[in-house]
């Protein structure tokens, strides 16, 4: 396996080139790169990128010999795959597609997507069924593609279980189309190596980041190895799966001793990795 990182943990006011030179000095293998809002950070991709933007994107990741690893974003929120009104299934086709295109732009093999919307005026039936509608409808595209489209559990109470996820992806059945399995996302109620031995080879990229829990229904995202992740039972349920690529941490922004902080990440990354 090896080691990656989202941009989200690197400060906001880090450029591009200043994102590629700590990632890579810290010793990571390679770095996941976000699709925010025009201006979230120095460091955001967004839909409509000049491609002269994207071409020194691509130059700096050989220049740092840092591979992108991935492309994630913060944009399904706003346009959820669960949504019933055509405008905005059209806009989340439009992230898509610029995910995609941004991946085969930077040689990555997968992206990140979030299915849901449920919320007080839509159930999570009716956001299942169109969720399932909205992939079905974006098959032929998804096969066409070279890269992984992998759907991540988050806490939108659209996957509750591992069998939810299984299931879905499952009934879909498009070629492509994975599962981006969040170990942390689930330490709050459930044991990630559980998910891990349900979802097994529907796993194509992976989240890390760990969870120290407070009661029963309690706790708050930690640093790497502070939390109750079991990693030696999590990384031995990958490899029986299967798994050898990245594993990604996505941590909170490390604004204050940024070098040290990620060097800790990369050394806990590599401990990680050895069990």
Known sequence: ??????AWT???SFTFEETFACVSKAGFDGIELNVDECGHSAHSLYVG????EISAIADLSK???LPVSGISTSQWGKNPIGAVEPELRAKG???LRCQVDLANAFGADGILIVPGGIGENLSIKAAYDSAKETFRSWKSYIEDQNVMIG????????FISPFDMASFLDDLSIKNLGAYFDVGNVAIFARPEHWIEILGRRIQKIHIKDFKKKGTNAGTFVNLLEGDVAWEKVVPA???????????AELDTMEKSNDYMMDITNKALEH???L
């Open 49 to 52: 990128m000049p491609s002269s």
């Open 151 to 158: 759907v991540e559990n988050v806490w939108n109470n659209f």
């Open 272 to 274: 990680i990795i050895s």
């Open 238 to 248: 990958l490899r029986k799966a299967g798994y050898d690529s990245y594993l990604t």
């Open 93 to 95: 086709f439009e992230l």
């Open 63 to 65: 220049k740092y010999n």
């Open 1 to 6: 396996m090896k080691k990656s990182i989202n």
């Open 10 to 12: 690197v400060p906001g």
